[in-house]
C-alpha cells in the first residue's frame, strides 16, 4: 500500500501525541513532518516521551510552521492534522488547506454549519468562509459525506460521547427531544497537556467536581447542532460536565423521557441498527460500560436503560476522549475520505485494565 504522507502541528499536545502513536501503527499512513511553537527545535523523544527510543520517530525534530511556505508543504505531504487551540487551529488548516493539502482539523473551528453559532461561543471565526467546505467527522453519522471531504472536522470529545447514545433513539423516535440531559465525566487530559492550577494532581486525583454548567460549556451548541439533524427538530441539551480523576476517558449518562409505550429493548435494536459494522458496539442486557473497556480504543460503547417509574431512558456511552473522542476518530474520517475501510490502522482492543 502506498501511504498517504503526513504532518501533525501541534505534536507535543495530548492530542498531538495520540496522533503519533496512531500513524506509527497504521499501514497507510506515515508521519513525515512535525510542528510545534513552543518545542520546536526539540527532538521528538524531548517533548514527547512516548516516542524514546522509537526508530524513525525519537529523532524528528519539532519545526516552526512559519518557517516553511504551504505550497512547498503541499509538495511533500498529503495531509496535515491541526491539533491546536481554536481559532489559530482554523489559521493554520485555511493556508494549508488553499494550498492544496487535505486537513483534519481537530478543534472545534470547522465543526458549525452556521458562523453565527461558532461566534456567539468562541468569538470572531478567522476563515468564516471555510466553514461550508468542511465535514463532520462523526462517521457513524456522516459516513457518506465524508467520502473525499478535503477539510475535516473531527469532532468535539463530549458531543461524540452523547451523539453516539442518544442519536439512535431521536432517529427511531422513541424519546422525547424536547427534555435531553447530558451528565458527563471526562478524564483531565481533556483539558490538554499544559498544567493549571485545577488539572494538578492535587486538586484532580481524589475528588470529582462540576464546571462550565447550565449552558455555558462550548461542546453544548455542538451537541445541539447534531442531535437536532438528527431528530429533524431544533432542540436544547442541558449539559452538565464534570472533570474525574483519571487520565483518558468519558463517561455519558444521558437522560430522556421515553415515549409511551417505548421498550428499552427497542431503544437497543434502534443503537444496534445504526452502529452494525462500525466502532460502536451496543452492550447486551443490562450491561453498563465502564471507561476502563475502551481506554486506548477508538471504539464507543453504549448501553440503555429504561426507568419504568419515572418513565425516563437512560442512554450510556463511554469513549477514551483522546482515541475515540479526538485522534483516532480523526484518522477514522480520512480514512472514510480516502475509501480506506474505517478501522484501518486503528486501536480497537482497549488496554484493560
Ligand atoms: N484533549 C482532548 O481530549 C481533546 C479532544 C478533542 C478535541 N480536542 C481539541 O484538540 C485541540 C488540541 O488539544 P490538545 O488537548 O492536544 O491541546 P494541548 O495538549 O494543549 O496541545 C496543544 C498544542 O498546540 C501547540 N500549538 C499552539 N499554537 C501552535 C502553533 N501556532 N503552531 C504549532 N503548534 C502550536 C502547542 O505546541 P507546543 O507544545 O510546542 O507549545 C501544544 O502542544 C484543541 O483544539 C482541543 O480543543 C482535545
Redesign the pocket.
Known sequence: MKKLRTAV??I?????AELVRILSLHPGLSLERA??????GQRLARALPSVAGVAGLEGMVIEN?AETSPEALSKELDVVFT????A??AR?GASLYRAGLQVVD???DYRFSELSTYEEWYGAHPEPELLSKARYGLVEWHRAELADARLIAAP??YPTAAILALGPLLQAKLIEPSALVVDAKSGV??A???PTASTHLPETSEGIRPYKVAGTHRHTPEMEQELSRIAGVSLKVLFTPQLAPFSRGILANCYARALPGVSVEQCRDAARATYAGTLVGVLDDDTLPDTLWVRGSARALVSYALDARTGWVIAFSVID??TR??SGQAVQALNVSRGFPEALGLPLVAQFP
Do not use: Q, W
Open positions: 502541528v501541534g507535543a499536545g495530548y492530542t498531538g510542528f510545534g511553537a513552543s518545542t520546536r510552521l491539533a491546536l487551540p481554536h489559530e487551529s493554520v481537530l478543534s472545534a468535539g470529545c487530559s481533556g490538554g497537556r499544559k476522549n483522546l473522542g479526538a
